[in-house]
Nanobody, 115 residues
Framework: QVQLVESGGGLVQPGGSLRLSCAAS????????VDWYRQTPGNQRELVAT???????NYGGSVKSRFTISRDNAKMTVYLQMNSLKPEDTAVYYC?????????WGQGTQVIVSS
């Protein structure tokens, strides 16, 4: 079964940028869509962005034009480039592999946007 490991989170000032990575193990990675979600305490996970196996993308309304999702199947990695970060982007960010039959989640990476 595929395992996912997120990295790249940290503390950044408002207006700054971060790039998150979601590294997968397992050859089936390239066959399926991958999502980025985020979660703040007491709230449900919110879909941030999706990239299909073919590279089509979709974004949540609050991050459109600021975030970019991409994938490198050779490296079995999905990226989330986050620009113009705002304090309300503070959350734990998770990636999720969607096989259509089951989901696999990573452990999450914390992003804090604060001055």
């Amino acid at each position: 079964q595929v395992q996912l490991v997120e990295s790249g989170g940290g503390l950044v000032q408002p207006g700054g940028s971060l790039r998150l990575s979601c590294a997968a193990s397992g050859s089936i990675f390239s066959m399926y869509a991958v999502d980025w979600y985020r979660q703040t305490p007491g709230n449900q996970r919110e879909l941030v962005a999706t990239i299909t196996s073919g590279g089509s993308t979709n974004y949540g309304g609050s991050v459109k034009s600021r975030f970019t999702i991409s994938r490198d199947n050779a490296k079995m990695t999905v990226y989330l480039q986050m620009n113009s970060l705002k304090p309300e982007d503070t959350a734990v960010y998770y990636c999720r592999l969607d096989t259509g039959t089951y989901f696999t989640w990573g452990q999450g990476t914390q992003v804090i946007v604060s001055s």
